[in-house]
């Protein structure tokens, strides 16, 4: 006769503390690691999320603050008005981004080594500026300049604002009409033995085009900025009335290109948000205290983000503090962004590497970052312990960490958090890990990628600055970061 199997009562109380003690038993044998999850076919270019861009590349004030103005920013490829082959665009942008990165570093080099001569500068056919690399900055702004609007590129890693001007030699398209300096009043010329014409040379690493020609003395200040890639602008430096919002300035100091080549996307012109002293952020000072900060928002939203002037910090809608790390000082790279990395996590587990403890720029314009090969390779070593048991796919570009995720629609990834002087941090949003190579989800890649060799500089690109509040403090010398839904 087989006898009936006793239990013993669970003693409920003591219930909660078992599963505790099985949850902590589990972490210690399999780790538990920060995650984030992100929705696989939820963006602007996927088959399954249809999106009509706006047909216009003008965006518009969103206000005033105490001492500050604030206007929209939008992504390039939004407003374009026009039907993108986004596979295509995608690796393209790749492409264009290396050529970019490329040129900053023959710049570095050439700015750093001990022929930092104005020849050595032209001798790498890369301005001061980070330059326009054809696609490859992706934000605009609406300004107004003499009274009329005008669409620009904001670029951190360039100096001087420009934009076509009429009558002009030789533009490319753009929406709206070009600036026409014949119907301003407030127009003014910059002349050739003016100190303004002599900043040309920090800003744009050319001196102002002056002297005579077939025996006429030459009087205008001419600037011009040529980059690697064979675009440039070249024209006439002069001042004007600007509009940012609703604060309105006068005599700022500017470009009227006559003489424009490059696929800017139908934008006006570039603004330069540098730190040299002809720069945008230089010029308005007195007006703004050396403070601008941008919400750049996700390009899977579809939405609009901010750009503000001025240090009033009730126009952030930050989720998280704002922590601050020093803007390195460089002399060779004064008009640069540079901070001190310091270290970085891969879901929650610090990454071990000499390497930390050295300059990496932040830039609006580079599209993917670039790090150090010791510290990406200690970032994709960690990232894969992590994301495993998903189908590998062969890399493309500079990107060589990438899966086949068709079949997936909501995964979870590892957080990426970049550790900066001063404890500061920036954890990269879940739409800034990967970076969608084929608009259908089978060739999707760490959005990271490796310099060619350990003594370049790093730099922190736009596609990981999404849904972040990034503060320039010029005037205290630091630089802020705090988590925002940049979207509205």
Sequence with gaps: MLKKATYLPLNLSLAPLLLLLLFLLSCVVHGIHEKKILRVHNNI????????????????????????????????????????????????????????????????????????TEQSVSEAQIPLTSGIKLETLNYIVTVELGG??????????????????????????????????????????????????????????????????????????????????????????????????????????????RNNKGLFGGASGLMGLGKSSISLVSQTLKTFNGVFSYCLPSLEDGASGSLSFGNDSSVYKNSTSVSYTPLLQNPQLSSFYILNLTGASIGGVELETSSFGRGILIDSGTVI????????????????????????????????????????EDISIPTIKMIFEGN???????????????????????????????????????????????????????LGIAGENCSI
């Design 369 to 408: 970052t670039r790090l150090p090969p010791s510290i990406y390779k200690a970032v994709k070593t960690e990232f894969l312990k992590q994301f495993s048991g998903f189908p590998s796919a062969p890399g493309y570009s500079i990107l060589d960490t990438c899966f086949n995720l068709t079949s997936y």
């Design 45 to 116: 270019w996927s088959p399954k999320k249809s999106y009509e861009a706006s047909s216009s590349c003008f965006s518009r004030s969103l206000g005033n603050g105490r001492e500050s103005t604030t206007l929209e920013i939008k992504h390039r490829e939004i407003c374009s008005g026009k039907t993108t082959d986004w596979g295509k665009k995608l690796r393209r942008t790749l492409v264009l981004d290396n050529i970019r990165v490329q040129s900053l570093q023959l710049r570095i080099k050439a700015l750093t080594s001990s022929r930092t």
């Design 148 to 257: 009329k609007n005008m669409s620009l590129i904001v670029d951190t890693g360039s100096d001087l604002t420009w934009v076509q001007c009429q009558p002009c030699r030789s533009c490319y398209n753009q929406q709206g009409p070009l600036y026409d300096p014949s119907v301003s009043s407030s127009y003014k010329t910059v002349f050739c033995n003016s100190s303004t014409c002599q900043d040309l040379v920090a800003a744009t690493g050319n001196s102002g085009l002056c002297g005579g020609y077939n025996g006429v003395v030459k009087t205008n200040c001419e600037y011009v900025v040529s980059y690697g890639d064979g675009s440039y602008t070249r024209g006439d430096l002069a001042s004007e009335s600007i509009l940012l919002g609703d604060t309105k300035l006068e005599n700022f100091v500017f470009g009227c290109g």
């Design 424 to 478: 500061a941090e920036l954890e990269v949003d879940a739409t800034g890990v990967f970076y969608f190579v084929k608009p259908d989800a089978s060739l999707v890649c760490l959005a990271l990628a490796s310099l060619s060799y350990e003594n370049e500089v790093g730099i922190i690109g736009n596609y990981q600055q999404k849904n972040q509040r990034v503060i320039y403090d010029t005037k205290q010398e630091r």
